[in-house]
């Protein structure tokens, strides 16, 4: 069962509907890997081979490789793009030009610092999970409900016409292991509310995980801009043991600040975004297996295969 959080049942209904607006909001785009429940339909189902005629040959293979480019979060690029213009962009317009915007002693102090104290923080095995899951913030994980809804109907169609031992030959075609897992426990006839329990402890442990990994980032959003600060004091100190030599009394004071600088962008602008788009991401994917939950349960328990497809259709509006 769920833990028990606050005399409420963890996962419930009202956090199911917060996933369900947070991943229609920004649901990751499909495109590089197979998606939960995905087969190889590129032939049969691909979306070009929706559109008025189906085109073969050289246009073919152009529009699957556009596809394929849109597995890349686009607007993720773009973020990253204009935040290194808004830094350097506004350095130059202000006069202070890019080279001021470079200090070795910042940057250890800021980043090498901030890295540091993360370190502190975590435990290895988080760290090194909030690292692999950083390309999701460019590349999320691939995302098909439409396809995932209609492969469970299926299911549900080969359920009703040949039993639930019907389903084994669709095993080895799930690369999926969640799905494959489900799948398996379909066919060893296993009880409905056991086979929920079993899933939904799977997927709120993985979340449990996933979330971590992802508040890696938000800890280090938090300790660089006082970073920042330290470094830019340590700075001024530097400063003030020259007040002798006025000619470098300002350039001294401008390179205290580039810390500074350093400790607030690189929160405000990289490690919180990055933060929060992990965790649109994780809230997405684990509100994608808990509608697979929904439709492997309906068919351990006979539902029309209509019905089920009904029920389904919430997730994806």
Not at 118 to 145: C, E, G, M, N
Request: hydrophobic content about 45%.
């Amino acid at each position: 069962m769920w833990p028990e959080i606050g005399g409420e049942r963890h996962g419930n209904v009202l956090r199911r509907r917060v996933r369900q607006d947070v991943c229609r909001a920004g649901e990751p785009v499909p495109g590089r890997a197979p998606a939960l429940g995905a087969v190889d339909n590129s032939q049969t189902h691909s979306p070009e081979r929706q559109l008025s005629g189906a085109p073969t040959g050289r246009t073919y293979q152009v529009r699957r490789a556009w596809a394929d480019t849109a597995g890349m979060d686009r607007l993720s690029v773009i973020g990253l793009v204009l935040a290194i213009v808004a830094i350097v962009g506004g350095s130059v317009l202000k006069g202070a030009g890019i080279s001021s915007l470079w200090s070795p002693a910042a940057f250890v102090i800021v980043i090498v610092g901030t890295v540091a104290a993360i370190l502190l923080h975590t435990s290895p095995a988080v760290f090194r999970r909030a690292f692999k899951i950083l390309r999701w913030v460019i590349q999320p994980p691939a995302s098909d409900r439409p396809q995932l809804v209609a492969r469970i109907v299926e299911w549900s169609n080969i359920a009703r016409r040949q039993g639930l031992l019907g389903l084994e030959d669709q095993l080895p075609r799930q690369d999926d292991a969640f799905l494959r897992k489900g799948l398996q426990m379909l066919v060893d006839g296993v009880e409905p509310e056991a086979m929920r329990n079993m899933l939904e402890i799977e997927v709120d442990n993985q979340e449990r995980q996933d979330l971590a990994a992802a508040k890696v980032f938000e800890g280090m959003g938090i300790y660089a801009p006082t970073l920042g600060i330290i470094g830019a004091v340590l700075g001024l100190m530097a400063v003030m043991k020259n007040l002798a030599d006025p000619a470098m009394l300002g350039h001294g004071i401008a390179a205290a600040f580039t810390a500074t600088i350093y400790g607030i962008a690189s929160a405000n602008l990289l490690f919180l975004p990055v933060a929060a788009k992990l965790k649109s991401v994780i809230h997405c994917s684990t509100n994608e297996r808990e509608m697979a939950i929904e439709g492997l349960i309906a068919i351990a328990q006979g539902e029309n295969p209509r019905n089920i497809e009904s029920k389904l259709a919430g997730y994806l509006h």
